[in-house]
């Protein structure tokens, strides 16, 4: 191969590239700072504690694929695709957005890591709120509203407990590999049983 020739691109690196990147942008202009860690982990540490981490959350999603009322097996394959890609790129996401920009620009405003890790869990969670929710803010049904939120509110809380895990997570390893994937590894089990595609 010539030493010129470009490197032919694959069709998944643009996601990745832009997921890897996207967080360089806001380091650069200054708009966050990295946070400081009492003490690095080393390869194999790391690699045990996300290995912990992603293991956990696989039981956790297994245990919510079986328990849940609407699975009644694998889906086909080519929804099961989608399904996991689906799921792979909104954890990403979403761990890029509030764990690296939100929990670390908070982290910085506040100094401390309680106050940070507890303000970007409530949004994380807040920010799960169902349509259902809404729906009755925008019509002013009061009472219809009350008994969403009495329905909504385990899952709210159950919301922020993982944002509350996936920013320690965040701040002991800081890489963002290890809490996408267990982020992706908590919503798999249900988003199968549920339907992705339903």
């Known amino acids: ?38 003490r690095y982990l080393g390869p194999l540490r ?30 086909p394959a080519h929804e099961l695709i989608v399904t996991v890609g689906a799921v792979i790129i909104g954890a990403t996401f979403e761990e890029i957005l509030f764990r690296v920009l939100l929990l670390t620009a908070l982290l910085d405003r506040t100094g401390s890591r309680f106050q940070a890790v507890f303000l970007s869990s409530v949004v994380f969670g807040l920010m799960h709120v169902p349509g259902a929710l809404t729906d009755p803010i925008m019509h002013g049904d009061w009472a219809f509203l009350q008994q969403v939120a009495f329905e909504y509110a385990p899952v709210f809380l159950m919301q922020t407990v993982f944002g509350l895990l996936l920013g320690v997570l965040w701040l002991r390893t800081g890489s963002i590999t290890v809490i996408a994937a267990t982020h992706a590894m908590l919503n798999l089990g249900s988003d199968i049983a549920n339907g992705l595609l339903a």
């Open 1 to 38: 191969m010539h030493q010129d020739a470009p490197i032919p691109p694959r069709p998944w690196s643009p996601i990745f590239w832009q997921a890897r990147w996207f967080p360089q942008f806001f380091l650069k202009c200054k708009l966050i700072t990295w946070p400081s860690r009492l």
């Open 46 to 75: 790391l690699f045990l504690f996300g290995g912990l981490a992603i293991c956990l959350a696989a039981a956790w999603s297994y245990a919510a694929y079986t328990l849940s009322p609407e699975a009644s097996g694998l889906p």
